[in-house]
């Protein structure tokens, strides 16, 4: 399972801002060339430019709601365990996604 703490750091250690693509495979650093961008990467394809420029702000993002998510799991399942709410039997689907979420906290 990956460290989801040690991903987001990884993106807030590159270069900050809203990455931009320019000449479809350069990716700057939010700035078009004409204003002073600071050139980030280059890609061989536009999609991985595309793709590059995009995860700049969309994966951390992404990685704060995971990470809020599960302490959110975390912390259902800790009332259920507790008492604190019960598990009504209101159908199959509610056990399996409370069986679920148990299962995936105890990996």
Same mark, same amino acid.
């Given at each position: 399972m990956r460290d989801l703490n040690a991903d987001l750091a990884v993106c807030e250690a590159a270069t900050r801002g809203n990455w931009l693509v320019a000449?479809?495979?350069?990716? +700057?650093? &939010?700035?078009?060339w004409e204003t002073g961008g600071?050139?980030?990467?280059?890609?061989?394809?536009?999609?991985d430019a595309e793709f590059t420029a995009k995860a700049r702000e969309g994966w951390p993002e992404a990685i704060r709601r995971a990470i809020a998510t599960e302490g959110? +799991?975390? &912390?259902l399942?800790?009332?259920?365990?507790?008492?604190d709410l019960r598990q009504v039997r209101m159908s199959s689907g509610t056990d399996y996604a409370i069986g679920s979420a148990k299962r995936y906290l105890s990996r």
């Open positions: 000449d479809g495979v350069y990716v +700057l650093d &939010g700035e078009s600071s050139f980030v990467a280059e890609c061989e394809r536009e999609a959110l +799991l975390h &912390g399942v800790d009332a259920i365990n507790r008492g």
